[in-house]
């Protein structure tokens, strides 16, 4: 049995140590990764955070007073429409403007390694930066959908791969226009009800609206909290699990407490799978906690830690690094044509319905 690995004492608040008898041999996890015949990865905003991108619970700057789980709901977005836009304006500004890293380089050319059967990747992440890393459409699952999607508020309308910066005029992202647009709108709980007589913060006629329903606000296309995972999406995440047994399930810089993505982790348990978590803090392992000696924990920076861990099978990543353009409308993924088709039937749908 492995003596425990980690042994966390913050002096500041004096915590009981937290210990983990998870293995942090580099070694042994290699031997794990080239024996293992089906790998499954959970990604969480730590793969991005080298890239500059705020981690979900640490989307700070200038979003600091507000609290980024309470904006990614229906919602905020009902109360004040021009608030959340602002956000996720703020956040697609600041992906267009990132590079991917080595640890979303490394994912891909792991991907490539492993093959279609042999690795999928599940991604938290709506940053576009694991497709700007050419990693395998079909080996890369977006639970939570893209930064890059619009969408109507009221009609099925969607547009898909929309890369424009700003995405609408009256959503121009400069520092100086935003700040003071923050601090004329209400305080940050202007969430609460308490708040629905504060001014808009964008009035509704400046916002971007449905050009297919006409009358329908355009919102961000990701799945907010209590909305429900795209369902093409979790359909072939679920076709792929029932393909084969798990035997090794990487959690990359996530807390795994959202759900249902942070329950894949205990699928992949149930499965007899081996855990091997990449954080930068081992404090906080959400569903990937309880790590046992046979797991593994990797403590440090994602866009560091993937190219050392995954080394042994991608080899040297110098090669592959190479951005794929950002291209309006661009189709980055295989079978989203089909979902683009679906979408579209949808939408024709609800005009033949509509009075
Ligand atoms: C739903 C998109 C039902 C938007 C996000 C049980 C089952 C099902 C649902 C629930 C359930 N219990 C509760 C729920 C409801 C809810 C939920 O899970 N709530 C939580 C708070 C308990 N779930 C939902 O609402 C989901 N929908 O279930 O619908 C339904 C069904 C049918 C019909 C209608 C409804 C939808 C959830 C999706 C929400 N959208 N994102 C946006 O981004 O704005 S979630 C968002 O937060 C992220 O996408 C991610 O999923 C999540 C957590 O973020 P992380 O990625 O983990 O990032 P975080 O900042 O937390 O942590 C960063 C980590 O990285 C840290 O560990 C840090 O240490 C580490 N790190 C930092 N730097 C580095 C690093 N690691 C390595 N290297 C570094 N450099
Ligand atoms: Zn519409």
Redesign the pocket.
């Known amino acids: 049995m492995s003596s425990p690995t980690s042994i966390h004492q913050s002096p500041r608040h004096q915590q009981p140590p937290t210990r983990s008898w998870a293995s942090t041999s580099v070694s042994d996890f290699q031997a794990v990764l080239k024996s293992s015949k089906r790998v499954l990865a959970l ?5 991005s ?2 890239s500059g991108l ?6 700070g700057g200038m979003w600091r007073d507000y609290e ?2 309470a ?2 709901t229906p919602e905020a977005f009902e109360k004040d429409p021009g608030l959340v836009w602002l ?2 304006a703020y ?1 697609r500004h600041k992906a267009l403007n990132a590079k991917p890293n080595m ?1 979303h380089y490394a994912l891909a050319e792991l991907a490539r390694a492993k093959g279609e059967e042999g690795f999928m990747c599940l991604s ?3 940053d576009g930066l694991s497709q700007r890393a050419n990693h395998p459409p079909a080996q890369l699952k977006l ?3 893209s ?1 890059f999607d619009i969408k109507c508020f009221s009609c099925p309308y969607i547009e898909k791969d929309n890369f424009s910066d700003p995405v609408h005029p009256s959503l121009l992202i400069d520092e100086a226009s935003i700040t003071a647009r923050l601090s004329a709108a209400s305080t940050p709980i202007s969430l609460s009800s308490a708040s629905a007589s504060k001014p808009p913060t964008i009035p509704l006629d400046e916002l971007p609206h449905c050009p297919a329903c006409k009358t329908g606000l355009l919102r ?1 296309g ?8 795209p369902k093409q999406t979790l359909a072939e995440v679920n076709q792929w699990i029932g393909r084969g047994l798990i035997d090794l399930c990487l959690m ?12 894949y982790v205990q699928v992949a348990r149930m499965e007899g799978a081996r855990i091997a978590v ?9 569903a990937a906690g309880g790590l046992r000696s046979v797991d593994f924990l990797f403590e ?6 993937l190219p050392d861990i995954l080394g042994g099978v991608v080899g040297e990543l110098e090669g592959f690094v190479g951005e794929v353009a950002m291209v309006n409308g661009a189709r980055t993924g295989e079978g989203e044509g089909v979902e683009e088709e679906e979408e579209m039937d949808e939408v024709q749908k609800y005009f033949a319905a509509s009075p």
């Open positions: 990604c969480g905003a730590g793969l955070a080298s705020e981690t979900f619970r640490g989307a980024a789980s904006l990614a956000f996720y956040r640890g938290q992440n709506i639970l939570h959908s930064l961000p990701v799945v907010w909290f209590g909305e429900s995972l990359i810089g996530t807390t795994a407490q959202v759900y249902p993505a942070a329950g990449v954080n930068m803090d081992s404090r906080e392992l959400g440090g920076d994602a866009a560091r830690v």
